[in-house]
């Protein structure tokens, strides 16, 4: 490896300082076409599923490469590209898990009063709310639309759901079970959350950027090509469980749309109110905290109901049903964060 030399690009901008000077923003048609290959190719899954070319066991196989080795090497390429300056801005870290924690603890409250539902199964539904496709979705959808640039909100948002909302979910869960003592339940978290392939891909990507080390060409090149896979593979996958799921559920509509209504409408008004009305943060921060919060509900929320048995068909026909009112939900969020 090599040390960076020279001109730097320049850092995203950070709380009170000013925008940094950015090429001009592409039209506003190529704004809102950045979202659709990636619905397309979640549409070719489903038509996939349809047609009977693959099943459950093949979304395992493929989640499984994408989770584990394409989307981490993405991330640790994204991260290591940037100055440590520019991949962390503390108000917007604090702003996004505040934000996280308050809408999961809400709807925690609403489920349990108003649904009369037991703990852990008002845990699973109201991660729904705040629990989004981010790594799938999110991640190269905000590459694709702001370019390098988002490689320090990038950063912070996979902070905030790999290290604080789904470990406090499990968490939350594990404790309404009955699920040991409280050290034992920590300290479970504590390991999971520590050997993540997100968790191991932030450190690595924070490592090399703080040494000021480049990555020698051909490994960088390698980690394009892997991590280029990642989102293609996952939401491919996506798609024929998203059909296999719907095929199979139950549409109960009073029960499903409050979360899909709670994932795609207020989770991401709330972010842009926070950000941008009592904040007043730049509006590069705006930008990314929306489109982090916009994005569909995630799959992994799924895994998680299932395994720890919370109610887990409902969450999944609100994944389907978020993630194909995404399409038309996420464009319109690209189109009013850009005006």
């Not at 709807?107 to 539902?117: P, Q, S």
Request: net charge positive; hydrophobic share 60%.
């Amino acid at each position: 490896m090599r040390r960076r030399g020279g001109a730097r690009r320049a850092p995203a901008a950070k709380e009170g300082g000013g925008a940094p000077s950015r090429p001009p923003a592409p039209p506003q048609r190529e704004k809102l076409a950045v979202s659709t290959p990636f619905f397309a190719v979640i549409g070719l899954g489903a038509f996939s599923a349809w047609r009977g070319m693959f099943s459950l066991d093949t979304v395992r196989v493929l989640n499984a490469y994408a989770f584990l080795i394409a989307a981490p090497a993405m991330v640790l390429r994204v991260m290591s590209r940037e100055p440590v300056a520019a991949l962390w801005n503390g108000l917007f870290f604090a702003a996004m898990a505040l934000l996280g924690v308050a809408v999961l603890a809400c709807g925690i409250l609403l489920f349990r009063r108003l649904a009369g539902l037991p703990f852990p199964t008002a845990v699973s539904r109201s991660q729904c709310l705040v629990g989004g496709n981010f790594t799938f979705l999110g991640v190269p959808l905000m590459l694709a639309f702001m370019g390098d640039r988002a490689a320090a909100p990038i950063v912070i948002a996979l902070i905030v759901d790999t290290a604080l909302i789904v470990p406090l979910s499990i968490g939350l869960i594990e404790a309404g079970r009955g699920g040991g003592s409280p050290w034992r339940i920590g300290l479970r978290l504590v390991r999971g959350t520590l050997v993540n392939p997100f968790m191991l891909s932030i450190l690595g990507g924070l490592a090399l950027s703080l040494s000021g080390l480049v990555l020698p060409e051909p490994v960088d090149r390698f980690l394009l090509f892997l991590g280029s896979s990642a989102a293609p593979v996952g939401i491919f996958a996506l798609g024929i469980a998203a059909f296999l799921w719907a095929r199979s559920g139950d549409l109960q509509w009073r029960i499903v749309m409050p979360l899909v209504a709670g994932k795609l409408i207020l989770h991401p008004l709330l972010t842009w109110f926070v950000l941008a009305v009592l904040l007043r943060l730049d509006p590069l921060w705006v930008q990314a905290g929306v489109l982090y919060a916009a994005v569909p509900i995630a799959a992994n929320v799924f895994i998680i109901s299932e395994r720890f048995e919370t109610g887990s068909r409902p969450i999944a026909v609100a994944i389907v049903i978020s993630t194909a009112l995404a399409a038309l939900t996420y464009p319109f969020a690209i189109w009013a964060i850009s005006g």
